[in-house]
């Protein structure tokens, strides 16, 4: 892959920062991602100028979307299922951290309105993609937190999460669609690490690294084992053309199907 580096974008503390606490960790066709590190009493007060998103990693705030009062807090990405806030251009935002706490920001350069909405974790399934096929070996949890099935008519982002098992898939089978995306990543200790596809190109991911991906190409994931592997995902509407479902190629499609006949050792029995 020519230009990979403007793909795979290693993390580099300190990088692009507007402020002490707000880093931007990729921008890419549209959509753009930062994180932003809050103290206890620091706050976020602004009115947006596009449709973004703010995705709580760890930590406790309050704070209002527009009329909407809300109260949210995380201890694990991988053990609790995702917090956000979504708003459109010209909502007034209030975000007050209660404890140390960052945040993921997502934007897209949408300036339609539609009305700010708080996502808790009871709105968001924590869903076990992928359970019962090819011994398991791509089960994940797949947290779909906004898409075409409920967020406002007017909003033009797709937001989710994914939690990839320790030497385990995900994004898998390897699936392509026509709308750019990107996925930041994070693991359960610092030195994890996974792998991820761009087409025909496979790359070493670290913790709080991130892929840009470009349409039409196939991103499986796969975690090393011993580390839990996360990403949020994003991906931007296309003028005409919404996300809805990825296309799966056509040679792997096959081990969706839950009888599916693969190669196993006779001597390894299978959970």
């Known amino acids: ?3 990979r580096d403007q793909y795979v974008i290693r993390y580099q503390q300190g990088r692009d ?3 002490a606490n707000d880093e931007t960790l990729a921008e890419f ?3 753009s991602v930062k994180s932003v590190t809050l103290a206890p009493g620091e706050s976020i007060s602004e009115e947006t100028a596009v449709e973004t998103a703010w995705l709580l990693m760890n930590g406790q705030v309050k704070g209002s979307a527009g009329d909407e009062a809300f109260g949210l807090e995380r201890r694990s990405l991988f053990d609790e299922s995702a917090s956000c806030i979504h708003a459109s251009a010209g909502t007034r935002i209030s975000i007050e951290a209660t404890t140390p706490t960052e945040l993921t920001v997502y934007h897209c350069p949408n300036r339609k309105e539609f009305p700010p909405r708080v996502y ?3 709105d968001v399934p924590n869903e076990h993609r992928g359970k019962g096929q090819v011994a398991d070996r791509c089960l994940r949890f797949v947290r779909t937190i906004f898409d075409g099935s409920n967020a406002p008519e007017n909003a033009e982002m797709v937001l989710g999460e994914v939690v990839t098992l320790p030497g385990g898939w ?6 392509h669609h026509r709308q750019p995306e990107i996925y930041h990543y994070r693991f359960t200790k610092p030195e994890g690490y996974g792998h991820a596809e761009l087409g025909d190109d496979v ?11 470009p349409p039409g190409l196939d991103h499986a994931q796969c975690a090393a084992p011993g580390y839990g ?7 931007r509407h296309l003028p005409d053309d919404p996300y809805t479902i990825p296309d799966f190629t056509e040679a792997h499609a096959w ?3 839950k009888d599916a006949a693969y190669w196993w050792p006779v001597d390894v029995p299978q959970k």
């Open 17 to 19: 920062t507007q402020s």
């Open 229 to 235: 592997m996360y990403y949020s995902w994003v991906i």
């Open 120 to 122: 808790t974790p009871a």
């Open 1 to 3: 892959m020519k230009n």
């Open 29 to 31: 066709s549209g959509l």
């Open 170 to 175: 995900s994004s898998y089978p390897p699936h």
């Open 255 to 257: 081990t969706m199907n």
């Open 203 to 213: 790359f070493k991911v670290n913790d709080r690294d991130t892929v840009c991906i």
